[in-house]
């Protein structure tokens, strides 16, 4: 029978609605009868609640009819030649075959950088030895369970250090800005590995602290089924450069492995990798970067706020939010202030790498679940900020800062790991009343005045910012929420220089991708150009 494909934009339906609905209203939206419809499909999702408490999803549904809708189409709804979900799933990324190489390509770290560019990189042919300074997820698990149950740090395996990198243990999102090809595909991949096929129709996709732990295991052992030498607690010493090319890497075993190319995705904290680069003639140039404290509130605030109920409606998930300020201060100037990876029914966890430094993160499960919700509120910081605060001018004078930042963190409190941390409104107010909101923070929290752990240049803007966003939420800056020091690992302040090959300048052979190397900003912007660089290397000869 023949039938017609059509897509509609941008329809309205209550988070309440049943799915069986939908064809009902497309017929409404297009005064047609409901039985001329034989089949729908969701492309996208996106949910609007600017009339809380009246809560809808906006859709964008492919449907098929009987008949030819009459022309000219309305605007919101345009024909199609075929139905997205028809569209051919490739198993490989479309590029040339490469010819066989004696020497592997070496990548350097198990996050999404490094992990995309290996499967790419193995699924066309090309040797790849995949080299990770942490542990499996199995493992690592059980290493950040003894740093949140016991205090106790193991520098090599931890919330940043690890197979899944630093992103593994957050909300897991998947929203991006850029706009490129391998989006898509990065998107079908996390689905073949068991991320739910709902993010290829979410506005705000994301998987989740427990989803990434699965994927990522399958994700590695595919790698070795297609032949890939995954090798952990395999921490790099150094990339050997002779005569301005990368010619492989030395572990701190003492052996060496030698590269064909060297694919450098490290994360934004392999602070010990970064310095040896810099010493080796790698050109490296700091760039703003962003710090400040993790925010916590009971998520029926948030919900409160968002949804004008304390619960979710329908069935959706626990509310999130997005929070900008642009301070201003006659000391200090202007300084941009924002909520940085918000995870809604989440966790604070502790992220440090090094002994005597205490850093914190934020993560959620795939539901959303637990009874707080938790934020980075973060503030800009520009290598001249630094400069002006004292720091001699040098590639790496951002790492240090971060570094400071941490252990006057780490030394204001008792017990090992324990996080400084105060109540927002008495933050505000610069009272300390000793008193802080219920939270869920281990291996636990020590009440104290948070205006002498950060600089005044930080805490200055971020009090500004408080008393907007309690404006934006109710409650925000009240006695229901804390705030816990020092969240500084939000991107890396620095950027290892590339030309148009993704070459560090200067070294052929080493590819500096991902957070670690200054150009992305997520799981799915590092993961696509893990796939730019891996493009590169198999279309080589």
């Known amino acids: 029978m023949t039938s017609f494909l059509y897509q509609i934009n941008n329809l309205r339906i209550p988070v309440e609605a049943a799915p069986g609905l939908l064809p009902g209203r497309i017929a409404k939206e297009l005064k047609i009868k409901t039985n001329q419809i034989v089949s729908v499909t969701l492309v996208r999702e996106a949910i609007d609640a600017r009339k809380k408490p009246r809560v809808f999803r ?33 198993e490989t990324l479309p590029l040339a075959q490469p010819r066989p190489a004696e020497k592997p390509v070496v990548v350097i770290g198990a996050g999404p950088a490094g992990l995309f560019a290996a499967l790419a990189l193995c699924e066309a042919g090309v040797p790849t030895v995949l080299l990770e300074r942490g542990k499996p997820v199995e493992t690592r698990m059980r290493d950040i ?10 520098p090599e395996s931890n919330v940043c250090f690890g197979e899944g990198g630093a992103g593994t243990y957050t909300d897991g999102k998947l929203y991006t800005r850029i706009k490129h090809p391998f989006v898509r595909w990065v998107y079908r991949r ?16 994301h998987l989740g602290t427990d989803k990434l732990v699965k994927l990522v295991k399958e994700m590695r052992l595919h790698l070795i089924a297609q032949g890939t030498d995954v090798r952990f607690g395999a921490r790099v010493t150094r990339v050997v450069i002779e005569k301005g090319s990368a010619r492989g890497v030395e572990l701190a075993d003492g052996s060496f492995i030698a590269a064909r190319a060297v694919v450098l ?3 934004h904290s392999a602070r010990d990798t970064l310095a040896q680069l810099h010493q ?43 929070l900008t300020h642009q301070a201003d201060d006659p000391r200090i100037g202007k300084r ?12 604070i966890v502790p992220s440090p790498t090094e002994p005597e430094h205490m850093a914190i993160n934020g993560m959620s499960n795939a539901n959303r679940s637990a009874p707080f919700a938790n934020s980075g509120i973060v503030v800009q910081v520009t290598p001249e900020d630094l400069i002006a605060e004292g720091y001699q001018e040098h590639p790496l004078m951002g790492i240090q800062f971060q ?10 409190v008792k017990e090992p790991f324990r996080a400084p941390a105060m109540r927002i409104d008495d933050f505000v107010k610069r009272k300390a009343s000793g008193q802080l909101a219920a939270g869920h923070f281990r291996p636990g929290v020590e009440a104290m005045d948070l205006w002498d752990v950060l600089p005044h240049w930080i805490a ?45 300048e200067g070294v052929r052979g080493l590819f500096p991708i991902g957070e670690g190397a200054g150009y992305a900003g997520g799981i799915v912007s590092a993961a696509v150009d893990g796939l730019r660089v891996a493009e590169i290397l198999i279309g080589e000869p």
């Open 58 to 90: 906006v859709v964008n549904l492919a449907f098929t009819t009987r008949t030819a809708l009459a022309e000219p189409l309305p605007n919101q709804v345009k024909k199609l030649e075929r139905d997205p979900k028809e569209v051919p799933r490739p």
């Open 280 to 322: 080796d003639g790698v050109r490296i140039e700091p760039k703003p970067f962003a710090v400040g404290v993790r925010a916590e509130h009971p998520q029926t605030l948030i919900n409160q706020s968002q949804f004008g109920t304390p619960q979710p409606p329908g069935d959706l998930e626990a509310a999130a939010y997005r």
């Open 336 to 347: 941009g202030v924002y909520s940085f990876c918000m995870c809604p029914g989440g966790f």
């Open 145 to 154: 369970g003894q740093l949140r149950s016991h205090g106790v740090l193991d």
């Open 190 to 205: 996390l689905v073949d590995f068991g991320a739910p096929e709902r993010i290829l129709v979410d506005a705000h996709p």
């Open 460 to 504: 200055t803007p971020m009090q500004q910012a408080f008393k907007r966003f309690d404006r934006l939420i109710a409650g925000y800056a009240s006695s229901e929420g804390n705030i816990l020091a020092v969240e500084s690992r939000t991107s890396a302040p620095i950027r290892i220089t590339r030309d148009a090959r993704f070459e560090a």
């Open 403 to 412: 570094r400071d930042l941490e252990a006057v963190a780490f030394r204001a």
């Open 265 to 267: 995705a490290v994360g």
